[in-house]
Every structure is written in structure tokens, then in C-alpha cells.
């Protein structure tokens, strides 16, 4: 096989020294739609990330962050059943939801169907202005079947029955305005500003964000009676307290008058 011949990788990993990993969706002629290859590859690239990265970053190569599932495709298999559960593309979102480090979506362009349900399972997201954010399934006669029930889940109901019943696509700043993303800034902006995001977050401790991720996602997914929810926020202050010192460290600190390394 010759070099021009080669396939390129469908999914890029890179690690850094600062704790922070990015993933690249690969498929730029595709629009960066997950075939089994892609969906294998964040699996396997995300077990990379544990122990490793306190953030993730996720992000698409070309103009066009994921555009859902590769449906020309079919079934195919990799010969290992769990492999193949864990990289079904329920079970993917599954994966970034339960992973210990806080995983942020850099919206570079096109982000469709199953794209839009990889910003909602992100934590944290930013767009670009010029994104365009939307779920075609209704013009194929189908409810979205992964992106509605993430959009209803993140946006008011106005909001969600919108992108699900007139398959409109929205730009990066009408996705902030909406909540969809935390912020929206030009294209040529969008790398720096991720990158400051997750700096910033990186510098906290790993148990921390990682039982933080847990709670914001517990609270009010599964817990929102108010006495329930604040019980569960003093056992994950516990449970902190018991496998980490930053938190003493950090109170000490603030005794003394320093200041948190996030703030600005």
C-alpha cells in the first residue's frame, strides 16, 4: 500500500502535559459522520483520556463537527461484542456522560442529527458564530430519535419543538442565546477560546471536577425534590474531602487570603 493510499484515521487523539487531551473527528468529506470506525474510535480514544485528562476537548476536522450517524454504512461488526456494544451510538454518548474528565464541544461548523445530540451530552460547549446546528430527521419522516429527547432535556420545550418539527438549523449565536452552547465566538476564535476554557478548568482538582461532573448531572436529572438534592451535594462534599486534598489545600489557601487559580 502506498502512502496516497493509506486511510487516514477517522478519529485524532492528542494529549498535552497541562491534562488536557482533544479528540478530532476525522472524516472532513463525510461531514464527519460516525461510521463504526469513528464511533470505535472515540470509545477507544476516550479510554485513553481516563487517568490522563482532567478535560477533553472534542471537535471536527474540515467544516463540519459531526453530522450523527453514517447511515450509508449498515450494520457492520469489529469482531468484539463489547467493543461493538460500547461504540453503538447510544452507548457513546453513555461513555462521554460517565467519563471522569469534563469534556467541552468546540462547534466548528455543521453539527446535524446525532452531532447536535454530542453537544448536549458535552458539559460544557462553544460555537462558532457561524455553526449551523439542526436536526433533519423530520424531513425524513422520523422523530430524532437520540437529539430530541437531548434537546428536550437542555432546552425549554418551545425551544426543543422547534429544532425537532421544522428541521431549522440554528447558528452559533442563536445556540447561546438558546442555551444549546455556553457561548459563541467567530470561527477564527473558536480554538483559542476552547483552549482558554479548558486551561482554566484544568487547573482545578481531578476529583473534584470529576465528582462535579457527576453531581451536575444527578442534580436535577435524577434528584429535584430540594431537600434530597442538598443531601446529595453535602455526600459528594465528602466524599471530596475523603479522596483528595485540594480541598483543604484550597481552604488553607483562602484563609490566607490567596486566590482560587480560576478566578479571573
Same mark, same amino acid.
Given at each position: ?11 485524532l487523539?492528542?494529549?498535552?502535559d497541562?491534562?488536557i487531551? #482533544? ?5 472532513p ?10 464511533r470505535?474510535? =472515540? ?6 483520556c #481516563? $487517568?490522563?485528562?482532567? %478535560? ?6 474540515g ?5 450523527? %450517524? ?7 461488526s469489529?469482531g ?22 469534563? %469534556? =467541552? ?17 458535552? $458539559? ?11 436536526m ?48 459563541? %465566538? ?11 476554557? /479548558?486551561? #482554566? ?6 476529583t /473534584? ?25 453535602? $455526600? ?7 479522596r ?14 490567596? #486566590? ?5
Amino acid at each position: 500500500m502506498t502512502m496516497q493510499q493509506q486511510v487516514e484515521p477517522a478519529i485524532l487523539v492528542e494529549h498535552a502535559d497541562t491534562g488536557i487531551s #482533544r479528540i478530532t473527528f476525522n472524516r472532513p468529506n463525510q461531514r464527519n459522520a460516525m461510521n463504526r470506525a469513528a464511533r470505535v474510535g =472515540i470509545v477507544k480514544a476516550l479510554d485513553e483520556c #481516563r $487517568d490522563k485528562s482532567k %478535560v477533553v476537548i472534542i471537535t471536527g476536522n474540515g467544516p463540519a463537527f459531526c453530522a450523527g %450517524v453514517d447511515l450509508k454504512e449498515g450494520q457492520v461488526s469489529t469482531g468484539d461484542l463489547e467493543l461493538d456494544k460500547r461504540s453503538d451510538w447510544a452507548a457513546v454518548q453513555e461513555e462521554i456522560r460517565n467519563h471522569p474528565a469534563i %469534556v =467541552i464541544a468546540a462547534v466548528n461548523g455543521f453539527a446535524l442529527g446525532g452531532g447536535s445530540t454530542l453537544i448536549n451530552v458535552s $458539559d460544557l460547549a462553544i460555537a462558532a458564530n457561524e455553526a449551523s446546528i439542526g436536526m433533519p430527521e423530520i424531513g425524513f419522516g422520523l422523530y430524532p430519535t437520540l437529539a430530541g429527547p437531548a434537546a428536550q432535556l437542555r432546552l425549554s420545550p418551545k425551544r426543543a419543538a422547534w429544532m425537532v418539527l421544522t428541521a431549522d438549523r440554528v447558528d452559533g449565536a442563536t445556540a447561546a442565546e438558546w442555551g444549546l452552547v455556553n457561548k459563541s %465566538v467567530p470561527l477564527e476564535n473558536l480554538d483559542q477560546a476552547v483552549t482558554a476554557l /479548558a486551561e #482554566r478548568i484544568a487547573h482545578f482538582d481531578a476529583t /473534584a471536577l470529576e465528582l462535579s461532573k457527576k453531581a451536575l448531572w444527578k442534580i436535577p436529572g435524577e434528584i429535584s425534590e430540594w431537600t434530597s438534592a442538598i443531601a446529595y451535594g453535602t $455526600d459528594v462534599y465528602a466524599q471530596i474531602q475523603a479522596r483528595s486534598t485540594a480541598l483543604a489545600e484550597g481552604l488553607g489557601k483562602f484563609r490566607d487570603g490567596q #486566590r482560587n487559580p480560576g478566578q479571573g
